[in-house]
């Protein structure tokens, strides 16, 4: 089955620590995007990625880094400069620019 | 900039009556609109969209959405609601980016 696999399901961050979040798709999409949800704050884009070996910031991107170096691949960086890490990640990915975008399951981030 | 409003924190519905989630939207140009639905500890699951064309969208699990260009609405509609559509419901326009509601909690009560 074609789809978006996130791991892990569930990340503990020490103090001072980079943590990176896995994100895998096999729908042989252009476009791969990561979003933080908060409770009552819906979805807000960090990165997102249209092509191989480019990227761009979203609306809050600072704290967090991404890399695009294969098509199917788009991990997250949550490194210790983000102060508030505390949320759970989803990474999805489209066809195209008005396609809809497909999401993974999320991974839950938990400060130690 | 686009916005989208959800009014709604949630909507409480009895199982077998119609259900409205509603949505209004801003954005410049002409709006491509989506719904999408989220089970707990889960991710989002596409429901429909409008692009162009009828005002009435049919997708996913019956489920239905009416375009209103004057009113800039796009409220998800379902005749028969079912205890398993109990979820959090996100409308999402796309502008230069997708930008996502606050999101509205389904319950249907049996």
């Known amino acids: 089955d074609g789809g978006i696999t996130q791991s892990p399901k569930y990340l503990f961050r020490k103090e001072g620590q980079n943590v990176t979040l896995s994100c895998e798709q096999n729908?042989?999409?252009?476009?791969m995007y990561w979003y933080r949800q908060d409770p009552g704050q819906g979805l807000r884009l960090i990165y997102y990625?249209?092509?191989?070996?480019?990227?761009q910031k979203g609306d809050i991107a600072e704290g967090y880094s991404v890399s695009r170096e294969k098509k199917e691949s788009f991990p997250l960086t949550v490194t210790s400069a983000q102060k508030n890490p505390t949320a759970f990640y989803l990474c999805a990915s489209s066809a195209g620019n008005n396609q809809p975008q497909h999401f993974g399951d999320g991974t839950r981030l938990s400060i130690l | 900039a686009q916005s989208v409003a959800q009014p709604e924190d949630q909507v409480n519905v009895a199982e077998g009556n119609p259900l409205t989630v509603k949505c209004t939207y801003s954005?410049?140009?002409?709006?491509?609109l989506f719904w999408y639905v989220q089970y707990p500890n889960r991710g989002l699951q596409f429901l429909l969209k409008y692009i162009t064309g009828d005002n009435l969208v049919k997708g996913s699990y019956g489920f239905e959405a009416e375009f209103n260009k004057s009113q800039t609405s796009f409220h998800l509609k379902k005749p028969s609601a079912l205890v398993s559509d109990s979820a959090l419901y996100f409308c999402a326009v796309k502008g230069n980016k997708l930008v996502f509601g606050a999101g509205t909690i389904l319950r249907v009560k049996s």
């Open positions: 954005v410049s140009g002409n709006p491509y």
């Open positions: 729908l042989n999409h252009d476009a």
């Open positions: 990625s249209q092509i191989v070996n480019d990227f």
